[in-house]
């Protein structure tokens, strides 16, 4: 990839960003369609976002994907967040545009998982009631699940984010329960989402917040976890013979997603994922 003086440039920006899979993802897409941008991550301080985000205007950058611990307090610094960005109250790709917020991390999840089924009419129990389990959860409801279980240790976030999404009067059956009670609802669901950080690298020999014997052959299970690949949850999900979609999966569509509205032009999601597997030394 040459830069020149025409390089386009888009970026991250969170804190911290050096363990971040996204540049050589996004680099690889455009060095295949020969395309005249550039990826970076920006390590931007909590007190300096406003800065950050009116500087990158000012040096004419054309998006950001956002991150940690900036996907709500960016808001503030923009002229329009898209209409699920706002029920989820966080963004994570700007377009400098129309300074406008998105969030893709739901929709990656949602193509994640419909490389195996679709979400339609389905029975989906999400675990976890962080950032993560909100942007997933509505899209869930928007791509027109039956019900939607919200599991977390602390039922009371369990209960705030069913209501958020009952509320939006985009589905009619939202649940909340706490986490323990897991095995309660896997034998009648569809679909299982773990969006906590059980079994995320380095702490990879835990409990899995669900085992084999709570499983059933026809359970879709998505962790959104990817590094390690295989997680103790998706290990479980084997065993039992269900169907598992790994993370890297979501990681990958969020960024096929960005990458569709910075440049208006479709991702390479098969060079992206090579170039992901390749970074994650799969």
């Known amino acids: ?42 390590d931007v301080n909590p007190n300096e976002l406003k800065s950050a985000i009116s500087g990158a205007k000012s040096l004419n950058i054309k998006g950001f994907n956002v991150t940690i611990p900036h996907k709500i307090g960016v808001i503030e610094f923009l002229d329009e967040i898209d209409e699920v960005a706002g029920l989820i109250g ?75 999404v009952l509320d939006s009067g985009l589905m009619n059956e939202v649940k909340y329960a706490s986490i323990s009670e897991i095995n309660e609802y896997l034998s009648d669901g569809d679909i299982l989402i773990n969006t906590t950080p059980v079994g995320m690298h380095p702490n990879v020999n835990v409990d899995s917040i669900a085992t084999s014997d709570d499983m059933h052959e026809d359970l879709v299970v998505f962790d959104a976890v990817y590094n390690p690949n295989e997680t103790v949850l998706i290990k479980e999900a084997i065993k039992a013979n269900a169907k598992p979609v790994y993370g890297i999966k979501m990681l990958l569509y969020q960024g096929a997603e960005s990458f569709k509205i910075w440049t208006g032009v479709d991702a390479p999601v098969d060079v992206m994922e090579k170039a992901l597997r390749e970074t994650l030394d799969l």
Do not use: C, W
């Open 1 to 42: 990839m040459k830069i020149k003086g025409s390089t386009n440039i888009v970026g991250l920006i969170g804190h911290p960003v050096e363990h971040s899979f996204s540049p050589p993802m996004h680099n690889a897409a455009f060095e295949a369609l020969g395309m005249d941008y550039a990826y970076v991550a920006f």
């Open 90 to 164: 966080a963004v994570n790709t700007i377009d400098f545009k129309e300074m406008k917020g998105y969030n893709t991390d739901g929709i990656g999840a949602v193509k994640a998982i419909e490389e195996v089924t679709s979400i339609e009419n389905k029975n989906v129990i999400v675990a976890g009631a962080g950032g993560a389990s909100r942007a997933i959860s509505f899209y869930i409801a928007k791509y027109g699940a039956d019900t939607l279980t919200v599991l977390n240790r602390n039922v009371e976030k369990a209960q705030n984010l069913a209501g958020d």
